[in-house]
């Protein structure tokens, strides 16, 4: 089963991006079957940028589209601000239709409600760290002696502390983003929408800064929708992630559930890669107590190991060295189930055991 936000604070709906003047005959044509993408080009000179997205966002979520280059997915965020208009669908936010908004509307959702971090931040060179930060502040009228306030806690939070009077041509790359990703707290909208911030840095100063990422947005408990084209990254921060080819959404899930039960060969060839250890769960392999009875017979469980359901393989791993016992699954008092070494081995190779209480991993 699938994992579904609680509530949800974006929804897009159906959205459809076809570039070109028979867009609408474009659609037509894809939904009853008669063309295909190539020949939608080829045919009516039109580009199928995102076809029927549909998804909701809950709040204090962070979702991450994944997808490589020309997918769609920079496309798929902009409509939710709606720099890009739909051909087709709609945007909720908070139940508010964004494509029926006037321009007042719209522009008040962009600064208050919807903050928008770019791979390049486009910082202002003629204004010092501490006035970047505070500019939305400054447009919205606020007074000068609390921007700099809210500026300065800002910039503590990206720990660019004593750089405040500092020009952006005098900072890193990775400062650079941190001023941008600062700049977007400093605004503080409720919703934040990430196109592949981290993408340029180098790979040590890209970790420390999904690390700051991650532990603002629990913080401040800030909805994210987060464009990678970086599995790794998506499956590090995401709460749930959605795959994207050609302009479809070819799943959606938590890390674990793509991981474990890819929805097609396209997706398992993304996650086939990626170690199991800190993300597949002992819920995933472990099998109730009473079939593990069943085939071993009566067994005293008062000296086995015993996890938490969502402690990762990793944990199970530590647990399961230097004892010839199963690991004891239990969720406060109750016995929830038992792990193997056997099912804890396929959990590692990610291999399907069908005894399994979930199915199994795939």
Same mark, same amino acid.
């Given at each position: 089963?699938?994992?579904?936000?609680?509530?949800?604070?974006?929804?897009?709906?159906?959205?459809? #991006?076809?570039?070109?003047?028979?867009?609408?005959?474009?659609?037509?044509?894809?939904? *009853?079957?008669?063309?295909?993408?190539?020949?939608?080009?080829?045919? =009516?000179?039109?580009?199928? $940028?995102?076809?029927?997205?549909?998804?909701?966002?809950?709040? $204090?979520?962070?979702?991450? !589209?994944?997808?490589? *280059?020309?997918?769609?997915?920079?496309?798929?965020?902009?409509?939710? &601000?709606? @720099?890009?208009?739909?051909?087709?669908?709609?945007?909720?936010?908070? $139940?508010?239709?964004?494509?029926? +908004?006037?321009?007042?509307?719209?522009?008040?959702?962009?600064?208050?409600?919807?903050?928008?971090?770019?791979?390049?931040?486009?910082?202002?060179?003629?204004?010092?760290?501490?006035? &970047?930060?505070?500019?939305?502040?400054?447009?919205?009228?606020?007074?000068?002696?609390?921007?700099?306030?809210? /500026?300065?806690?800002?910039?503590?939070?990206?720990? @660019?502390?004593?750089?405040?009077?500092?020009?952006?041509?005098?900072?890193?790359?990775?400062?650079?983003?941190?001023?941008?990703?600062?700049? /977007?707290? /400093?605004?503080?909208?409720?919703?934040?929408?990430?196109?592949?911030?981290?993408?340029?840095?180098?790979?040590?100063?890209?970790?420390? @800064?999904?690390?700051?990422?991650?532990?603002?947005?629990?913080?401040?408990? #800030?909805?994210?929708?987060?464009?990678?084209?970086?599995?790794?990254?998506?499956?590090?921060? $995401?709460?749930?992630?959605?795959? +994207?080819?050609?302009?479809?959404?070819?799943?959606?899930?938590?890390?674990?559930?793509?991981?474990? &039960?890819?929805?097609?060969?396209?997706?398992?060839?993304?996650?086939?890669?990626?170690?199991?250890?800190?993300?597949?769960?002992?819920?995933?392999?472990?099998?109730?107590?009473?079939?593990?009875?069943?085939?071993?017979?009566?067994?005293?469980?008062? &000296?086995?190991?015993?996890?938490?359901?969502?402690?990762?393989?990793?944990?199970?791993?530590?647990?399961? !060295?230097?004892?010839?016992?199963?690991? =004891?699954?239990?969720?406060?008092?109750?016995?929830?189930?038992?792990?193997?070494?056997? *099912?804890?081995?396929?959990?590692?190779?990610?291999?399907?055991?069908?005894? @399994?209480?979930?199915?199994?991993?795939?």
């Amino acid at each position: 089963m699938v994992t579904q936000p609680q509530e949800a604070v974006i929804r897009c709906e159906g959205i459809w #991006k076809v570039f070109g003047a028979k867009a609408k005959e474009a659609i037509s044509a894809v939904k *009853s079957g008669q063309l295909t993408k190539t020949q939608i080009r080829d045919d =009516l000179d039109c580009i199928v $940028g995102v076809r029927d997205a549909t998804f909701d966002v809950g709040r $204090g979520e962070i979702f991450c !589209i994944m997808g490589l *280059s020309g997918s769609g997915k920079s496309t798929l965020i902009r409509h939710i &601000n709606r @720099l890009i208009e739909p051909t087709d669908g709609a945007v909720y936010i908070e $139940g508010r239709n964004v494509n029926t +908004m006037g321009a007042k509307e719209l522009r008040q959702l962009r600064a208050e409600k919807i903050g928008m971090v770019f791979q390049s931040m486009a910082l202002m060179p003629h204004r010092n760290v501490r006035d &970047n930060v505070a500019f939305a502040l400054e447009v919205r009228g606020v007074a000068e002696g609390k921007r700099r306030e809210v /500026a300065r806690q800002a910039i503590e939070a990206v720990e @660019l502390t004593g750089w405040d009077l500092k020009y952006p041509d005098e900072l890193s790359g990775g400062m650079q983003q941190r001023v941008g990703l600062a700049r /977007a707290i /400093a605004a503080n909208p409720s919703i934040l929408l990430m196109d592949e911030p981290f993408s340029a840095l180098d790979p040590l100063i890209r970790r420390q @800064l999904q690390g700051t990422f991650m532990q603002l947005s629990a913080e401040l408990h #800030k909805t994210t929708v987060f464009i990678t084209h970086d599995l790794d990254e998506a499956i590090r921060i $995401g709460d749930r992630i959605a795959i +994207m080819k050609d302009g479809v959404l070819v799943q959606v899930g938590t890390p674990e559930e793509i991981v474990t &039960n890819p929805a097609d060969d396209y997706v398992a060839q993304f996650v086939g890669g990626i170690s199991k250890l800190d993300l597949v769960t002992a819920v995933k392999v472990m099998q109730p107590l009473e079939r593990y009875r069943r085939t071993n017979g009566s067994a005293d469980t008062a &000296n086995w190991p015993v996890a938490r359901p969502d402690d990762k393989l990793n944990t199970l791993v530590d647990l399961s !060295i230097g004892t010839d016992h199963p690991i =004891l699954v239990k969720d406060g008092d109750v016995v929830a189930g038992v792990v193997t070494k056997d *099912s804890l081995l396929r959990g590692i190779q990610g291999r399907e055991d069908h005894g @399994l209480a979930n199915g199994g991993i795939n």
